[in-house]
Nanobody, 124 residues
Framework: QVQLVESGGGLVQAGASLRLSCVASRIALSRFAMAWFRQAPRKEREFVAAISWSADNTYYADAVKGRATISKDNAKNTAYLQMDSLQPDDTAVYYC?????????????????WGQGTQVTVSS
């Protein structure tokens, strides 16, 4: 069974940084586009960042552009989201998702597999 397991979330103060990780099993991330989405309480799930299967292209939501970096390490079968200058509005559950041969879509319906999420809480 395919699994994506996120880690790296936590409670931090505004201005801090976090690196979220997403370890995949039973799929080879070398063939998958990866994305991060987030969902805050009482809000809809929103796109954060994506990287194409080849890692040639990356995409970011306007809300995180300049503060976030998405990457993947195919040898470790792991995707990452580095978030800097965190703000209280970044508080949410962050999910990673995988899309076979994908280009890095911002549409959550595109993605084939999802992790269970990791909580990020930013205090002011």
């Amino acid at each position: 069974q395919v699994q994506l397991v996120e880690s790296g979330g936590g409670l931090v103060q505004a201005g801090a940084s976090l690196r979220l990780s997403c370890v995949a099993s039973r799929i080879a991330l070398s063939r998958f586009a990866m994305a991060w989405f987030r969902q805050a309480p009482r809000k809809e799930r929103e796109f954060v960042a994506a990287i194409s299967w080849s890692a040639d292209n990356t995409y970011y939501a306007d809300a995180v552009k300049g503060r976030a970096t998405i990457s993947k390490d195919n040898a470790k079968n792991t995707a990452y989201l580095q978030m800097d200058s965190l703000q209280p509005d970044d508080t949410a559950v962050y999910y990673c998702a995988a899309h076979l041969n994908g280009g890095g879509s911002q549409n959550f319906k595109t993605y084939d597999f999802w992790g269970q999420g990791t909580q990020v809480t930013v205090s002011s």
